[in-house]
């Protein structure tokens, strides 16, 4: 499956794509009817996935079938191993005319897409390459623009903003990676552009300085070899909660630990972290990938910083 955190390079883990003219709508989107889309979205999703092996159930049984969903079921990341062979132009503009049909708060399309074809800056932004790079940003300026145009002072810059920008964003990035593995064309999903020094993307990209921020990466291009195993993933208590929240007891969370120790899954990131002398997977997990990260400081993390200058964190009062 498309993961939307994969490890950098350095650390290499073992693990292992013309629409119809849009129907007449009505002329403003409400927050409740992009909540329900979105609700609706994800219930289709839970309801897809196969029931868990720990209750019992046979992951294998079959269910209802259609193309979009042997395609979501075919979702795999490629980590690095991209063949040198460029995307037709056709097929870059068939994913980003699908991805920017995603559901979105207000219908106001608060993100960027910026297209890069040069490997040598692909691996500089994200620390991969591949046929083509897009690079997703949380991005206001466009309304903004807009407003300005018309008269208005338009300052979306509190965190409700950057929250409902972020959710835009993230919808039409998994929209991409839907449409372009429908295509045949595989993808890697990173954070990378988080890692090291933030502010290449703004001198690499000249991106706004102000309401536009990085958020993901996705690689397009077409392996070279397909993944040894597909990742697997958590699908029943913890995961998928009826009527109301459920919180685990110790045997339930004894259960998903195991799930996790169970190679067979292809739950986590490597298959060697027994032979690294740790009891159980998620032992290495939260020591040494989680924990390399986890030093408490008294200064402001960089990300922090850059949200701040970007005008989308609240002045508090003094």
């Not at 994800?42 to 309801?47: H, I, S, V």
């Amino acid at each position: 499956m498309t993961s939307s955190s994969s490890p950098p390079p350095s650390h290499n883990p073992k693990t292992v794509k013309t629409y119809p003219p849009s129907a007449a709508r009505p002329t403003r989107t409400s927050r409740r009817g992009f909540l329900c889309q979105s609700a609706l979205a994800g219930g289709a999703l839970l309801l897809l996935a196969p029931r868990s092996r720990a209750a019992g159930a046979d992951p294998t049984a079959a269910g209802p079938e259609n193309e979009t969903l042997k395609t979501i079921h075919r979702l795999h990341t490629t980590h690095g191993n991209f063949r040198d062979q460029p995307l037709p132009e056709e097929t870059l503009r068939t994913i980003l005319r699908a991805c920017v049909r995603a559901a979105g708060a207000s219908n106001n399309q608060s993100y960027s897409i910026i297209v890069v074809k040069e490997p040598a800056r692909m691996k500089q932004l994200c620390g991969y390459a591949g046929s083509c790079l897009l690079l997703f940003c949380a991005d206001y300026n466009r309304m903004k623009a807009s407003a300005a145009a018309l008269g208005y002072d338009y300052q979306p810059g509190t965190v409700v903003d950057f929250v409902n920008a972020s959710i835009n964003t993230l919808l039409v990035v998994q929209t991409a990676v839907i449409a372009a593995r429908s295509l045949g064309v595989d993808s890697l999903l990173t954070n990378g552009v988080h890692r090291g020094d933030m502010e290449r993307h703004w001198k690499l990209l000249d991106l706004p300085a102000t309401h536009c921020f990085p958020l993901l990466a996705l690689v397009l291009g077409y392996a070279d070899r397909e993944p040894a195993a597909r990742t697997g993933r958590l699908d029943g208590l913890g995961v998928v909660h009826q009527d109301q929240y459920h919180h685990l007891t110790k045997e339930e969370t004894d259960r998903i630990i195991r799930q996790y120790d169970d190679k067979d899954r292809h739950l986590g990131l490597n298959t060697d972290w027994d032979a690294q002398g740790y009891a159980h997977y998620l032992d290495w997990y939260f020591k040494a990938w989680v924990g390399r990260n986890l030093k408490p400081g008294t200064q402001e993390t960089q990300m922090l910083r850059l949200l701040k200058r970007s005008g989308f964190i609240e002045n508090q009062p003094g």
